[in-house]
């Protein structure tokens, strides 16, 4: 079965990807071949939401901000003046909030 690279992709064209396969897995009769294609790239955009939702958020001193390790480097480096900002306070604050639930 064919992997399917979907790291490139912007959040937002992740989620319409999915809904229209969805849309056609709806449409696909049972049974059929073209299921199987189809449910492999909804697993393979469903890893890629799931892993970039546990990836932390690191922020820069100009606000930009992003789950890419490597886009952040890079924003450093032709930023020589921005630093990152320590969230530390507000994950823990984070956890306070969780706790009185």
Known sequence: ???YDVQGMPAGEL???RRDLAA???LARPGSHIRAPIM???SAIDAELAERASAPLR???C???TT???WFDGHLWEHPGHIERDLSRYQELAFVVVDRC
Request: proline share 0%; aromatic share 4%; charged share 35%.
């Open 63 to 65: 606000r930009f901000s």
């Open 24 to 26: 056609s897995l709806a």
């Open 59 to 61: 922020v820069c001193s």
């Open 15 to 17: 989620d319409r990807t």
């Open 68 to 70: 890419d390790d490597a």
């Open 1 to 3: 079965m064919r992997d």
């Open 40 to 42: 492999a790239h909804i």
